[in-house]
C-alpha cells in the first residue's frame, strides 16, 4: 500500500514559537486526514483536506494540500502547551477502505 | 451520543487465558476498525468491517479474532497472546465504506498487558 512519510519525528519549541509538521506520499492521495492523540490519549480528528491546493485554518493551526496532492503540512502558529502531542496525518489506503498513518510528529512545548 | 466506548480500559492477561475487547457506537457509522498501538508509534491497522461484514484483515494472527454481532458492537477476541501483542488496542468508527470522505471517531483504547 501507499507509504506516507512525515517530518519531523520530534519537535521542541518554547511556548509562542511556530511549529509546522510535513507529510509527503508516493503516491497521489484522493484526500488527508489529520489527527492529534495526546499523551496518554487517542487520536482525535482535526481536518480532512480533498482539493489540490486546498488551505484550510482552525484558530492558529493552517492546514495545507499539495497542487500535486501528494504531500501536506500542518502549522501552528504561536504554540500553547495545549498543543503538546503528537499529530499524525493519514491516507486512505486499500482502496479507500481504511486510513494509513505517517508515523507522527511529537510537539512538545515549554513554558 | 458522538463517542465510540471500550472496555476494558486497561486488561492484564496472561499467555494461556482467553479475553474479549468491547467496542460499542451509536453514531449509526458503518465502518469500524480495530487498530493496534504500540508506545511511541502510529495506530497500525488490523481489521476492517463494513456493513458488519469482514472486508479486511491485515494479516493478523489466528490469535486475534474479531466479530461484529451488530451494526453499533465490535469485539475482538484474545487467545494465547504472546508478550509481544502488549500494546494500545484502539477501536475506531466512520460513517459510509470505502473512499467515503470522514474523519474517524476512535475510542479511549484498551491498554493490553500479556504476562
Known amino acids: 500500500g501507499q507509504q506516507v512519510m512525515q517530518i519531523p519525528q520530534y519537535q521542541h519549541v518554547q511556548e509562542g514559537e511556530d511549529f509546522t509538521t510535513y507529510c509527503n506520499s508516493s503516491?497521489?492521495?484522493?484526500?488527508i486526514q489529520w489527527y492529534k492523540q495526546r499523551p496518554g490519549g487517542h487520536p482525535v480528528f482535526l481536518i480532512q483536506l480533498v482539493k489540490s491546493g486546498e488551505v484550510k485554518k482552525q484558530k492558529r493551526l493552517t492546514f495545507q494540500f499539495g497542487e500535486a496532492k501528494k504531500n501536506s503540512s500542518l502549522h501552528i502558529t504561536a504554540t500553547q502547551t495545549t498543543d503538546v502531542g503528537t499529530y499524525f496525518c493519514a491516507g486512505l489506503m486499500n482502496s479507500g477502505y481504511a486510513l494509513n498513518f505517517g508515523k507522527g510528529t511529537s510537539l512538545l512545548v515549554t513554558p | 451520543d458522538t463517542e465510540v466506548t471500550q472496555t476494558p480500559k486497561h486488561l492484564v492477561m496472561g499467555m494461556t487465558n482467553k479475553k474479549s475487547l468491547k467496542c460499542e457506537q451509536h453514531?449509526?457509522?458503518?465502518?469500524m476498525y480495530w487498530y493496534k498501538q504500540k508506545a511511541k508509534k502510529p495506530p497500525e491497522l488490523m481489521f476492517v468491517?463494513?456493513?458488519?461484514?469482514?472486508?479486511i484483515n491485515e494479516s493478523v494472527p489466528s490469535r486475534f479474532s474479531p466479530e461484529c454481532p451488530n451494526s453499533s458492537l465490535l469485539n475482538l477476541h484474545l487467545h494465547a497472546l504472546q508478550p509481544e501483542d502488549s500494546a494500545l488496542y484502539l477501536c475506531?468508527?466512520?460513517?459510509?465504506?470505502?473512499?467515503?470522505?470522514?474523519?474517524?471517531?476512535f475510542g479511549s483504547g484498551t491498554r493490553l498487558t500479556v504476562v
Open positions: 475506531a468508527s466512520r460513517q459510509g465504506r470505502g473512499g467515503s470522505n470522514y474523519g474517524y471517531t
Open positions: 468491517y463494513s456493513y458488519e461484514k469482514l472486508s
Open positions: 503516491t497521489t492521495l484522493s484526500n
Open positions: 453514531m449509526g457509522h458503518r465502518a
